[in-house]
């Protein structure tokens, strides 16, 4: 997996309390990492967090994976990569990359479930969010 | 401060996560560990942060002081010393000590401010609470 | 999955540093309860990670995966079911499940990579430590 | 206290990871935006965390206090602003503000002691970190 191949990346900076004994980044806050990418990515598209919840929506997380390749430190400046490579009915894909001057320190997907806001049932995915999903993408 | 000063205590064990690049307990999470006093005290003096919740206050802190003793590390079983040491108006403190095997690892106290849940403003502290502490503190 | 496939389950209790403003646990904390059940079961199969460092080993998690089956919320007390249910040449894997009151609440696996612990190139699982899981599974 | 009296200030944004229950940030991560502040502070005169540890030196802290004025929510964009308002022989102490467009959230302290990194034991403040500090605040 290579950064050139998420047209959306952002930046994260490691903090010291995202360090663990082992002098490095404590693994799960990879996911910290990754979510990171998810809520810029969704402001990128124009579709943010924050939209989704007036619309009366909102999501869970259904599954989260991270493979490691690499280590990350305190005060590294990493990039993740986000892009949203599947809708379903009620749910969607967040494909993932960590990375350090272009060498992958992590990559994985986070798989969402849309909710409707007031009921905490599964919800259709919102074909604004659709849209805006396949827009970006496709100018890539 | 001794253990013994404190008639409730309650156990915390150092979890991986809590640890930095140090190699022990990140310096914030100290306050995690004195929250966690804070919420068994409410509940060992029968007045739980729920049942707060359910009689329509809330609190929020104001002021968190720590000072660093010694260190904590990972897989450590450390006990936490909590008392409420002062009640205002609509104000109450902890004075909270945390210890490994009798010898204190930090000090310190929590201050939180009473307020109504729905409108977020400060609120007098419920007479019930105030009884709960003093019978509790008086039992010593 | 149920709580009774493990035969080894440690207790966790959820902290309020570990719920997120949708008011349940943060998704990747799903991860550290996922941790202290890997680190009590090396305990209880008398191979801690402790002893694993004096003999000169660590290691490095290289995947990880939770899929979340229901919520967990502030002061829940949670059953994290942990076992090793494949060990190669260099790597391990732990099953884990976690459980409020036998109910599931998420399932995942963590694979780690055994290291030497100076030079932190790959290094075979020791002997010691295989044995010392088979004869704890076996025994269930 | 007002951003203005900081001659540093440093931008830290809110992750979701960040929030609590209550729906804001978790109070003991106030302290996580400090630790920020007073690590790009050291950047920012000359002498970073990396080049004390280079020189032979560490430090713990001793002591943190914070005052909460204010709510901080996800996504937020903070300022830190961050001063070494005092140094003594072995120790030197930060002060601190988080603000969000200008109005103060919270503001505190940071104690440290400065150790010899290899013996641990309190170490002189060296001359070229006080010289690095002394020169940074007076060209305010």
Redesign the interface.
Known sequence: MREEEFRFKTTVRV???D??????V????Y??YF??GT?DYMKAIGYS??KLLEEGY?F?????????RG?A???DELQVGARISKIGNTSFTFSLGLFRNDVLIADGHIVNVMIDRSSKKPARVPEGFRKAVEEFEQNK
């Open positions: 903090r010291y309390a360090t663990d004994a082992q002098g490095h404590y693994f799960a806050n996911l910290v979510d990171i809520t967090y924050e909102d869970f997380t259904v599954e989260a994976l991270c493979r490691y280590e430190f305190f005060d």
